[in-house]
C-alpha cells in the first residue's frame, strides 16, 4: 500500500513538472546570453545572460519585459509585428550599425516578435561613427 502511494505521488510531480515546463514555452520565455552591450526599449543594456518573457500573457498583451540575469535590471519593449509561425527555436537578432547593436527580433517557439528600431537612433548611432575619431596606428 505504501509503495503505490509513493508512485502515485511521484507520478503526479512528473506531470505537474510537466505542466510547467509548457507553461513557460507557451509564454516564450527566451534565455539568451548575449556578448555585447546593446541598445532594447530606448536603454543600453550591458552584455550578459537576459531572460526575454511576456508581461501578462494571460490577457493576450504582446509588450516583453527583457532582465538580465545578473543585474535584475530590466526594459519593457512593445514589439510592432508577431508572427505567429512556429519556428521550434529561440534566437535574438541584432542590427549592428556604427558602433551599437540594436535588439530587432526575438524568436521563440510560439513566434516571433518584431521590434521596430527608431530612425533617429539609427540616424543617431551613424553620426557617431563618422564624427569618431579614426582608430590609430
Known amino acids: 500500500m505504501k509503495k503505490s502511494y509513493v508512485t502515485v505521488l ?3 510531480i512528473c506531470v505537474l513538472a510537466l505542466g ?10 527566451v534565455v539568451a546570453k548575449i556578448p ?3 541598445v532594447a526599449g530606448g ?3 550591458p552584455g550578459g545572460t537576459y531572460w526575454v518573457s511576456r508581461v501578462e500573457a494571460a490577457s493576450g498583451s504582446q509588450e516583453l519585459e527583457i532582465r ?3 543585474t535584475r535590471a530590466s526594459v519593457f519593449v512593445i514589439p510592432t509585428l508577431f508572427n505567429d509561425a512556429e519556428i521550434g527555436h529561440t534566437q535574438l537578432n541584432f542590427d549592428h550599425v556604427g558602433d551599437k547593436y540594436f535588439l530587432s527580433a526575438i524568436k521563440t517557439p510560439i513566434g516571433t516578435y518584431t521590434v521596430t528600431i527608431p ?3 539609427i540616424k543617431l548611432a551613424q553620426t557617431e561613427q563618422q564624427s569618431a575619431p579614426p582608430s590609430g596606428n
Open 43 to 45: 536603454q543600453v543594456l
Open 119 to 121: 530612425p533617429s537612433a
Open 20 to 29: 510547467v515546463g509548457a507553461r513557460a514555452q507557451e509564454e516564450g520565455l
Open 36 to 38: 555585447y552591450d546593446f
Open 10 to 12: 511521484f507520478t503526479l
Open 68 to 70: 538580465s540575469y545578473e
